[in-house]
């Protein structure tokens, strides 16, 4: 089965900065790559997700790259503000989803 | 759009009893829905997957007559956690498909915490 793998655990950065979350995933059949915002006590929030066949998506501060050939796939997101902190999790697969560990990000002023 | 409702948000029973937790898609039609659970400050580990009609698919480790899921309707499924135990205290979350051809995106509900005391 799928296996996907997230980094890093944690992740602290100045409001204004950007982040980078990065997963890589192991079954080459998986073609749909979602990321979710999840905050404490809620059910996860779909923000952004990416499908095989292409390799960058983009909606406002947030970005999502794809390398296929490498399996792993990255969360970028600029401008970083505090209500972006929360615990974001990348998932992999096709109707059913694998999911990382999760990275915790904190936005600090 | 893609709202999903669990009911209920948060409940308390005592072990041995059983517990019914209802998920439902508001404005769309669910033609799969998953079971996760997750523990504190860990991951969502995908308990089953049910299709309206058809009996669910549990992943391997799950037990499938302690964690009974019913897919009645295109809007509806109920996950029942049956004799439960402490061990059972956990975050369960459900997400609904809507399966349109090349539709993969999975909407999640806002969760239900159990406790069983």
């Known amino acids: 089965g799928e296996n996907v793998e997230q980094h890093p655990s944690t992740l602290s950065v100045q409001e204004g900065d950007s982040a980078v979350i990065k997963c890589t995933y192991s079954?080459?059949?998986?073609?749909?790559f979602p990321w979710y915002k999840q905050e404490l006590g809620k059910g996860p929030q779909l923000i952004i997700d990416i499908r095989s066949n292409v390799g960058e998506k983009k909606d406002q501060r947030i970005a999502v790259t794809l390398n296929k050939t490498a399996k792993h796939f990255s969360l970028h997101i600029t401008e970083t503000q505090p209500e972006d902190s929360a615990v974001y999790f990348c998932a992999g697969g096709l109707s059913k989803l694998t999911f990382g560990t999760g990275t915790r990000l904190q936005v600090t002023l | 759009g893609a709202v999903v409702s669990q009911h209920p948000s948060w409940v308390i029973c005592k072990s041995g009893t059983s517990v019914k937790i209802e998920c439902r898609s508001l404005?769309?039609?669910?033609?799969?829905m998953f079971w996760y659970r997750q523990f504190p400050k860990q991951s969502l580990m995908l308990m089953a997957t049910s299709n309206e009609g058809s009996k669910a698919t549990y992943e391997q480790g799950v037990e499938k007559d302690k964690f009974l899921i019913n897919h009645a309707s295109l809007t509806l499924s109920t996950l029942t956690v049956t004799s439960a135990h402490p061990e059972d205290s956990s975050f369960y979350i459900c997400?609904?498909?809507?399966?349109?051809?090349?539709?993969?995106?999975?909407?999640f509900g806002p969760g239900t915490r159990l406790t069983v005391t």
């Open positions: 404005d769309f039609q669910a033609t799969t």
């Open positions: 079954d080459s059949a998986s073609n749909y």
């Open positions: 997400s609904a498909q809507a399966g349109a051809s090349g539709s993969y995106e999975q909407y």
